[in-house]
T-cell receptor, first 111, second 115 residues
Framework: EDKVVQSPLSLVVHEGDTVTLNCSYE??????LLWYKQEKKAPTFLFML????IEKKSGRLSSILDKKELFSILNITATQTGDSAIYLC???????????FGTGTRLTIIP | GAVVSQHPSWVICKSGTSVKIECRSL??????MFWYRQFPKQSLMLMAT?????????EQGVEKDKFLINHASLTLSTLTVTSAHPEDSSFYIC???????????FGPGTRLTVT
């Protein structure tokens, strides 16, 4: 059974800090790793990672995948209160294309 | 582009009744739609995958007779929770995908409360 584990489960930091969120996976038919941000409603897409070692960047957020060690990290620099959310990573299978989500990391930014 | 809507956004129903949730892709044709359930402080769990015009594929442990899924057109899928019980209270989220090369786009979710 495919498994995606995120750490930490929750994180509280002050505005301006940099955070690193972790995602490890054990899957049989890996296609890609996706990161989402969820604020009270449905997740919004952040990144999709398919190749190892290539950093994806969007503003203060960046992410990278290590397919050898089976993990990904999501970095957020100069955090703002609007970054407070649950961050989900998900693995996407080949073939059936279904997403298996991790448990999520609840990030709280204190002003 | 790539907007997915759900209706209703929240619903309260009595135990034993059935409730239908709609998922629509507003500006694209969704060949595949996915239904997820999320309990408080837990992650999204895939319930079923539905392809337009064919029967849904349910994940292990999800009762197909209780959670009826219909994907009759390329822009609409429905999830009917039959004979709802309080333990079915959850946040139900759908996602839609235009094709295998495309991303899944999530709807805003439906919060179901069964009293």
């Amino acid at each position: 059974e495919d498994k995606v584990v995120q750490s930490p489960l929750s994180l509280v930091v002050h505005e301006g800090d940099t955070v690193t969120l972790n995602c490890s996976y054990e899957v049989t038919n890996f296609r890609s790793l996706l990161w989402y941000k969820q604020e009270k409603k449905a997740p919004t897409f952040l990144f999709m990672l398919t190749s190892s070692g290539i950093e994806k960047k969007s503003g203060r957020l960046s992410s990278i995948l290590d397919k050898k060690e089976l993990f990904s990290i999501l970095n957020i620099t100069a955090t703002q209160t609007g970054d407070s959310a649950i961050y989900l990573c998900a693995e996407r299978d080949f073939g059936n294309e279904k997403l298996t989500f991790g448990t999520g990391t609840r990030l709280t930014i204190i002003p | 582009g790539a907007v997915v809507s759900q209706h209703p956004s929240w619903v309260i129903c009595k135990s034993g009744t059935s409730v239908k949730i709609e998922c629509r892709s507003l500006d694209f044709q969704a060949t595949t739609m996915f239904w997820y359930r999320q309990f408080p402080k837990q992650s999204l769990m895939l319930m079923a995958t539905s392809n337009e015009g064919s029967k849904a594929t349910y994940e292990q442990g999800v009762e197909k007779d209780k959670f009826l899924i219909n994907h009759a057109s390329l822009t609409l899928s429905t999830l009917t929770v039959t004979s709802a019980h309080p333990e079915d209270s959850s946040f139900y989220i759908c996602s839609a995908r235009q094709g295998q090369l495309y991303e899944q786009y999530f709807g805003p979710g439906t919060r179901l409360t069964v009293t």
